[in-house]
């Protein structure tokens, strides 16, 4: 991928060191500043290629149209919940995650709130802090034989599966995306939230937040639980209603909560904190040196693979560009780009296109038609001087204006693959087709007219339509030398009906098609 040159990186989190050194030790400058507040980081981030966080920095749309030309959010961890990753995308921004870095970490601490609101552990340390000794007060419940409720079986739902049947505590589970089969290899039972809920002594969720996991637990559900369920939560507040919570402990309903997470961190109303019943931690869940130096680690290593064309790896919304990282592709993707270029120099309509039709032709384009649109919107696109268009934003920002864009593969008995671009504005259609040959992108046919040799889609290209005439040739040659311009190649197309289309490559562009020559019907020029 071009122009992913990452040079300035700040850090506004605590992130283990080893994430800086690695950087460094790759010719990237760092900058750690934790503790900012908002305005200092919208201050500060357009003079950054890339920003590294936590969860606690807030990279709301604000702060990401300060951006200057960030190029990528790097979250060393999880939850990318802190990042408005809609307005990451308009802006051509990658953000990129380590998902697995803290997962044995968070299933741990969720065991360890299991086990402590079995037993009333930190009650009882409190209390023998105070100078108690009270064995009365604190009687526990076995966990063998109890059955654990886990919502959410991705990855650390399953670890905490896994150690929890050491207790020999009966799992089960609900999960909308991971099958039955698959969660029953590891020994959770799925079954639909209503029956689930009746069955469990203990509830532990780990979902993303998102509307349909928003108050997953809330009065109704927690209505139909059995009486003195204990909860919960190391994945995101929220996910468990907090209003409907205090309700549920207060009845009794609820027997104890364990919680590690809240709405608002931290959290400006204590009553939840303060319940006798609930024990709680300032989101520790990936706070161990272990997982911190392993996210450290992946989202810098991640960050120099992607710099180095290597690989991207964990980007959250730029699937598009994963597929990208080989020399084959990028090949393709320049003549995408190309594509899209000649197309919107074509177009002299002054109105932008209002349909696009990108085709793939050819086995080896079976599963590129995604990638391919995308670089011909970044070669269709107007112009703008931050980030973009690019492969992260195109599509995107394409769809924002209304275009009717249609993607398809057409397998046929092709020999040769191809990209075929149909642009239609007003009844007006425009044509181009393209290949890959020897490494080097190659125009193949436009509006009708077939080259006789593939144009190579490289540098100053001024593209023209006229009659065969023998006046054609010394008139146009002869206006580019009264503009200075010198001629590298030229291309001409089979004839198809009266006009036909040329293919000039020049050392620089013209300043007015207008004065090309008078045999010239109609004229457009690019750099590829
Ligand atoms: N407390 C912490 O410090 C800490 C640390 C790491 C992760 N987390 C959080 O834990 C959560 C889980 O992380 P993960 O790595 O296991 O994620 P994951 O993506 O591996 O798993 C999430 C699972 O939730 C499932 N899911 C989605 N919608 C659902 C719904 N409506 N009902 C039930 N299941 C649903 C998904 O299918 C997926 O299997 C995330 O919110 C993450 O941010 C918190
Ligand atoms: O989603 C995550 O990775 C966890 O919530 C951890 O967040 P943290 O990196 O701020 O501890």
Known sequence: MRNMAIKRVLISESVDPCCKKILQDNGIEVTEKSNMNKDELKAQIKDFDALVVRSATKVSADVIENAGSLKLIGRAGTGVDNVDVEAATKKGIIVMNTPSGNTISAAELTCALVMSLSRNIPQAVMSMKAGNWDR????GAELYGKTLGI?????????????????????IGYDPITPPEVSKSWGVEQMSLEELWPQCDYITVHTP???????????????KCKRGVKVVNCARGGIIDEAALLRALESGQCGGA???????????????????????????GASTKEAQARCGQDIALQIV????????????NAQVLASTFTPESQQWIRLGEALGKLLKACNTTKQPYNQVHITTQGECLKKSAEFLSSA????????SSENGPNLVNALTLAEETGITIKKGHSDGNQAKATCVLEASVNGSVYKASGTVQTAVPVLLELNGSVFRQPVPLSGNLLFFRAAASPQLLPSVTGELAAADVEIDHFSASSASGDDQWYCVGVTSLLKDLSTLSPLVKEAAQLTA
């Open 376 to 383: 011909v919107f970044v070669g269709l696109m107007p112009e």
């Open 136 to 139: 009365k007060k604190f009687m």
């Open 305 to 316: 693979d992607m710099v180095k064309g290597k690989a991207l790896v964990g980007a959250v």
């Open 258 to 284: 364990g919680l590690d997470v809240f709405v608002e961190e931290p959290p400006k109303d204590q009553a939840l904190i303060n319940h006798p019943n609930v024990i709680s931690c300032p989101h520790l």
């Open 209 to 223: 937040l998102m509307p349909s996991t928003t108050g997953l637990l809330n009065d109704a559900s927690f209505a």
């Open 151 to 171: 919502i959410g079986l991705g990855r650390i739902g399953k670890e905490v599966a896994t150690r929890m049947q050491s207790f020999a505590m009966r799992t």
